[in-house]
């Protein structure tokens, strides 16, 4: 059970919208993209929300998906603030 989350349509929305954002961001990075840092930061919002909702679960899975989402918000963010080089 979810204690404090709805687990409904919401939740797994912003789950595949985490998913969606990582995948598009790690992708941007990898091809070495000008714009990977403009997704870089709805991405670690997207991940951070994710770690919150993650977070509040008994389920040992989500637990872990708080934690990978911290990080993940985490190193987005500093891919965000990287400035390009010149």
């Not at 204690?3 to 797994?12: A, C, L, N, T, V």
Request: with cysteine; aromatic share 2%; net charge negative.
């Amino acid at each position: 059970d979810l204690k404090g989350i709805d687990p409904g349509r919401d939740h797994i929305r912003l789950l595949w919208d985490c998913s969606d954002l990582c995948h598009l961001a790690a992708a941007l990075m990898t091809r070495g993209s000008q714009f990977h840092r403009d997704i870089c930061g709805p991405c670690a919002q997207a991940c951070r929300a994710c770690a919150e909702h993650c977070r509040r679960s008994d389920d040992p899975i989500l637990r872990s998906c708080a934690e990978i989402c911290r990080d993940c918000a985490r190193l987005c963010e500093e891919m965000a603030a990287h400035q390009p080089l010149r």
